[in-house]
């Protein structure tokens, strides 16, 4: 357990940046616990392996991030108090409240999980949460929010409670605290709020990934992806309609659905080029075949997902993308896209 100082503001993204990293790196090592910030001011919690938390702590002290590193606790203990890694913040967007691992300890009346059990750890959490050192500095959502955002965070609540089949403005409105003309004003029709809100919800989620492209590959960032969506079955059920609303041009928002879908394979298809040019995928790998196999998987996983009960998404986009890349290092019997002049390497 410890505390620490930022050296400098962190923004919104950059903290959401640091969750989603963080949980990916955490969680493969078998590292649970929080890192709440407030203000300038940092507490961590680590648990799990005496060498991996000793060896995690001390990337944190040299993290140029940090200032004033202090040791609170360094014991052991016979059960963890945290089932996973979360992050605790104070965000202006309310929308980095959906981020997969963010913790609401600050929210007003926010008791703290019970699962933390009455430990040191729960004792902590609940002093820094209340120290006069580390002010409130974010205003409530409700100031921060615009109606506009207001009803699209009203669209996310009413589909985690009903889903898209029982979707309408009314429940919308209802949800949002507005009146049903406030939120025609800005969404005339559900199509239209649901369009907004596929697109607002997705780069919340995706944002914070977006840099394991460049740093890990293609492949990495469609499985962070998919474990991030995952933790949403609200926002999976919610792609897979605005997918079958895309087959129907003359629907509300299905160009909207169209071009954001070639956007992503486009984003695919780029990562795959990199990839190859940094050395992490074979120079036999077409990355146009490569992003639509790719999507092919990670689309049909998600549709799987929302049919069976017993689909692990991200255990089988990790076997299914093992063996695609094994062929990715067979030649194909076509020119590959390698050997084809492109106009920026002339």
């Given at each position: 357990?410890?505390?620490?100082?930022?050296?400098?503001?962190?923004?919104?993204?950059?903290?959401?940046?640091?969750?989603?990293?963080?949980?990916?790196?955490?969680?493969?090592?078998?590292?649970t616990g929080i890192l709440a910030h407030k203000g300038d001011n940092c507490l961590g919690i680590l648990e799990g392996d005496d060498d991996v938390v000793r060896a995690r702590f001390e990337q944190v002290r040299i993290d140029p991030r940090h200032t004033n590193v202090r040791v609170l606790a360094d014991e052991s203990v016979a059960q963890r108090s945290f089932p996973d890694w979360s992050m605790a913040f104070q965000p202006l967007d309310p929308l980095m409240q959906q981020v997969p691992g963010f913790s609401d300890l600050f929210s007003s009346g926010q008791p703290i999980d019970p699962a933390v059990g009455l430990t040191r750890a729960r004792g902590l959490l609940e002093w820094f949460r209340k120290h006069p050192l580390a002010p409130l500095t974010s205003q409530t959502a409700a100031e921060e929010e615009g109606p506009r955002t207001r009803a699209v965070n009203g669209a996310i609540t009413a589909l985690h409670d009903g889903g898209v089949t029982r979707f309408t403005l009314d429940v919308a409105a209802e949800h949002a605290g507005m009146t049903l003309e406030a939120v025609r004003q800005f969404f005339p029709t559900d199509r239209a709020l649901l369009a907004a809100t596929v697109e607002r919800w997705t780069q919340v989620i995706s944002a914070p990934l977006v840099p394991l492209i460049s740093e890990k590959g293609t492949v990495a960032y469609l499985h962070a992806l998919m474990a991030a969506h995952a933790e949403e079955p609200a926002l999976m059920e919610l792609l897979a309609y605005s997918l079958a609303s895309a087959s129907d041009p003359s629907l509300?928002?299905?160009?909207?659905?169209?071009?954001?879908?070639?956007?992503?394979?486009?984003?695919?298809?780029?990562?795959?080029?990199?990839?190859?040019?940094?050395?992490?995928?074979?120079?036999?790998m077409d990355p146009v075949r490569g992003a639509k196999q790719l999507l092919a998987l990670y689309d049909g996983l998600r549709l799987q997902a929302l049919l069976t009960a017993d689909t692990d998404v991200v255990m089988e986009f990790d076997r299914a993308a093992t063996r695609m890349r094994r062929g990715w290092s067979e030649q194909y019997e076509q020119p590959s896209y390698w050997d084809i002049p492109v106009a920026s390497d002339r």
């Open positions: 357990m410890y505390t620490s100082t930022q050296t400098r503001p962190i923004t919104d993204t950059e903290l959401a940046q640091i969750l989603a990293v963080g949980r990916e790196k955490n969680t493969a090592l078998g590292v509300d928002g299905a160009d909207y659905y169209r071009s954001a879908y070639r956007r992503f394979r486009e984003a695919i298809h780029e990562g795959l080029i990199v990839d190859v040019r940094a050395g992490r995928e074979p120079v036999t």
